[in-house]
């Protein structure tokens, strides 16, 4: 199947969309006093990361792009590029980001590329950019391949994708309050964004969204915002460090550490890779269930809250029954 379709490359379009946001968000949070903060060195390490994952995307995005295009040469379907299709097409990859992005919290070998856009301390239009230069390596590509097979081409696929992340862009500030309940009730926003963020037990593994945080209704992964229980931003154990390196590569160290200790079974050494991240063959760690189950054997007022509804007495505590 051969053609000459093209899109514009949607996020270098916006460039100086973000460069004039991030220069307005900083002014108004120097005049008001309120809505965040800027820490020189964390700003800086987030932009380092956003030209590094830029970098990488020029070095190994030949790696998806060739096997996108495999995918379109042997579906026998197109759906063409009319305006329809690029909407439906959107949808679809929305719901696609949704998935990827739960993955990247709940399977360690991809948190190991997503866990740098979470290691800032602050919350601002620059943590966007905060981004990861090992993404492929994930081979969460894959994870497009059924939009392509069925009849959305590549350039489509990866042109709708650019305006998803355009559109997150803007949801990583505290200079916007709540928007609209319409708006709050269908599309992510920042403060259910802020949540995502969070390193409170509440706000652990919820939100995944990228622009129709009706996704994570529709998944029971949805926790809205708590005016009670503000957001703590960060890592659960945040990694202290303004190094890009160490922020780009700093789990992916620590999943060879673990995997390859000596006395561990084939099991656990893969635990270590594919469980989801907090895993510990001994118990000595807590994953985000147990993190949450923690919490409410301190706070059992918090119990049937948002966050917490899933959890009851008789959840497990210990990690070591499952290794």
Same mark, same amino acid.
């Given at each position: 199947?051969?053609?000459?379709?093209? !899109?514009?490359?949607?996020?270098?379009?916006? #460039?100086?969309?973000?460069?004039?946001?991030?220069?307005? %968000?900083?002014?108004?949070?120097?005049?008001?006093?309120?809505?965040?903060?800027?820490?020189?060195?964390?700003? #800086?390490?987030?932009?380092?990361?956003?030209?590094?994952?830029?970098?990488?995307?020029?070095?190994?995005?030949?790696?998806?792009?060739?096997?996108?295009?495999?995918?379109?040469?042997?579906?026998?379907?197109?759906?063409?590029?009319?305006?329809?299709?690029?909407?439906?097409?959107?949808?679809?990859?929305?719901?696609?980001?949704?998935?990827?992005?739960?993955? *990247?919290?709940?399977?360690?070998? #991809?948190?190991?590329?997503? #866990?740098?856009?979470?290691?800032?301390?602050?919350?601002?239009?620059?943590?966007?950019?905060?981004?990861?230069?090992?993404?492929?390596?994930?081979?969460?590509?894959?994870?497009?391949?059924?939009?392509?097979?069925?009849?959305?081409?590549?350039?489509?696929?990866? !042109?709708? *994708?650019?305006?998803?992340?355009?559109?997150?862009?803007?949801?990583?500030? %505290?200079?916007?309050?709540?928007?609209?309940?319409?708006?709050?009730?269908?599309?992510?926003?920042?403060?259910?964004?802020?949540?995502?963020?969070?390193?409170?037990?509440?706000?652990?593994?919820?939100?995944?969204?990228?622009?129709?945080?009706?996704?994570?209704?529709?998944?029971?992964?949805?926790?809205?915002?708590?005016?009670?229980?503000?957001?703590?931003?960060?890592?659960?154990?945040?990694? *202290?460090?303004?190094?890009?390196?160490?922020?780009?590569?700093? %789990?992916?160290?620590?999943?060879?550490?673990?995997?390859?200790?000596?006395?561990?079974?084939?099991?656990?050494?893969?635990?270590?890779?594919?469980?989801?991240? *907090?895993?510990?063959?001994?118990?000595?760690?807590?994953?985000?269930?147990?993190?949450?189950?923690?919490?409410?054997?301190?706070?059992? %007022?918090?119990?049937?809250?948002?966050?917490?509804?899933?959890?009851?007495?008789?959840?497990?505590?210990?990690?070591?029954?499952?290794?």
């Amino acid at each position: 199947m051969t053609d000459h379709v093209s !899109f514009p490359d949607a996020v270098q379009w916006a #460039v100086p969309f973000f460069i004039a946001a991030i220069l307005a %968000e900083f002014l108004w949070i120097t005049i008001k006093g309120r809505g965040g903060r800027y820490e020189t060195r964390d700003a #800086v390490t987030s932009l380092i990361m956003g030209a590094g994952n830029i970098a990488s995307g020029f070095v190994l995005g030949f790696i998806a792009y060739a096997f996108f295009m495999w995918l379109w040469q042997i579906t026998p379907l197109n759906l063409g590029t009319s305006i329809p299709v690029i909407i439906l097409c959107f949808v679809l990859d929305d719901l696609r980001y949704y998935w990827v992005h739960r993955f *990247g919290h709940r399977i360690r070998w #991809v948190w190991a590329s997503h #866990v740098n856009h979470h290691s800032s301390q602050h919350y601002n239009l620059t943590t966007a950019l905060r981004q990861t230069w090992t993404y492929t390596f994930t081979f969460m590509m894959v994870v497009r391949a059924p939009l392509i097979l069925l009849g959305f081409h590549p350039a489509m696929v990866l !042109f709708v *994708g650019g305006l998803n992340l355009i559109y997150q862009f803007w949801i990583h500030t %505290e200079a916007i309050d709540k928007m609209p309940r319409w708006f709050e009730s269908i599309m992510n926003t920042p403060s259910h964004h802020r949540a995502h963020h969070g390193r409170n037990a509440r706000y652990l593994d919820c939100n995944y969204a990228g622009v129709l945080i009706i996704w994570d209704k529709m998944f029971g992964t949805f926790v809205p915002e708590q005016k009670d229980d503000r957001v703590d931003y960060g890592l659960v154990h945040n990694i *202290g460090t303004f190094n890009p390196l160490r922020v780009a590569f700093h %789990e992916w160290v620590g999943i060879w550490r673990d995997a390859t200790q000596q006395g561990l079974s084939l099991r656990q050494r893969l635990a270590y890779c594919f469980a989801p991240p *907090g895993y510990s063959h001994d118990g000595s760690r807590d994953n985000s269930e147990q993190i949450k189950q923690k919490h409410l054997t301190r706070h059992p %007022e918090d119990r049937g809250t948002p966050g917490f509804e899933q959890f009851d007495e008789n959840l497990p505590n210990t990690q070591a029954e499952q290794a």
